[in-house]
């Protein structure tokens, strides 16, 4: 592993009792699959919506926790996120896995360097951590030239951890055959691109008061909840509140809300949840 900064401590959390920060709010940078919505070429009911909470950048999210900003991956639309948001400061990131519509906006942190003045960690599963040092190998090239050099310090983690304080505790799920992270911080979960949860993981995941979950679409997918199944398993994880994330063009955002369960709903692109963190 790679040597951390003094603000994160890898932790065994069986007798952690989490910090208690003051304020939580997550903002949902996208709320879109792979391809985004409206999709290229694409001249279908919600592609030609009129109603924005249909246009979906690829999927992330910032968490703030009092003073700090979380960031989970770095889409291709990462730039636009930060523009649409006045994303102005990025202390950390988390990566749940390492394909292209989660890591591809990850140069765009160099902007972010210069303002900051410091480097960025990122966290995520060890492939995904390897992937990512082959795919921005230039990041620590001495012989780079031009445009400057993201600072992205990359961790491997696989086990609970704090930074500045906060407990973060990385969740496995399956995205298909291909094992990934969910993330939980206090009453908050973030699980994306899954198609299953283990029994080790489903219990970690109980007692939120916010989960973001995927749900993909209506027909079956082999690497995605559809959205009948992240029903059913938001409905076991009792969440006070559920959000779904990752929706494909063919998901209506008021047809899909106006069937589903009080307490789930559909999220959006620049939805903001403020969380009550008396944890």
């Known amino acids: 592993m790679s040597r951390l900064f003094n603000c994160v401590q890898l932790r065994d959390t069986s007798s952690l009792m989490p910090p208690q920060p003051a304020n939580m709010r997550i903002t949902v940078l996208g709320s879109g699959t792979s391809s985004g ?19 979906r950048l690829r999927s992330s999210a910032l968490v703030e926790v009092d003073a700090i900003k ?50 960025i960690p990122a966290f995520g599963h060890s492939r995904t951590i390897s992937h990512l040092r082959k795919v921005y190998s230039y990041f620590t090239n001495p012989f780079q030239n031009g445009g400057g050099i ?49 029994d080790r993981s489903l219990e970690r995941l109980k007692g939120l008061k916010v989960l973001i979950l995927d749900a993909l679409r209506y027909r079956s997918h082999p690497t995605h909840f559809n959205l009948e199944e992240a029903v059913q398993t938001a409905q076991m994880l009792g969440a006070e ?28 692109d620049r939805l903001q949840i403020d969380i009550d963190c008396a944890w």
């Open 37 to 55: 919505v409206p999709v290229i070429a694409c001249d279908c009911e919600v592609c030609r919506s009129s109603d924005p909470h249909n246009r």
């Open 70 to 119: 979380i960031l989970i991956d770095t889409g291709p639309d990462l730039r636009q996120q930060c523009l649409e948001n006045d994303i102005r400061r990025i202390d950390a990131v988390l990566y749940t896995h390492e394909h292209a519509d989660h890591i591809f906006g990850c140069d765009d942190l160099r902007i972010l360097n210069f303002v900051q003045g410091q480097e």
């Open 150 to 198: 993201p600072k992205v310090a990359f961790h491997e983690v696989s086990e609970a951890f704090t930074f500045h304080g906060i407990l973060i505790e990385p969740i496995p799920v399956w995205h298909g055959k291909l094992e990934i992270y969910g993330y939980r911080i206090g009453p908050f979960a973030y699980v994306n691109d899954c198609s299953g949860i283990p």
């Open 241 to 268: 509140r559920t959000f779904f994330t990752h929706m494909t063009h063919d998901v209506d955002h008021r047809k899909a809300n106006a069937d589903l369960p009080e307490g789930m709903e559909l999220a959006f």
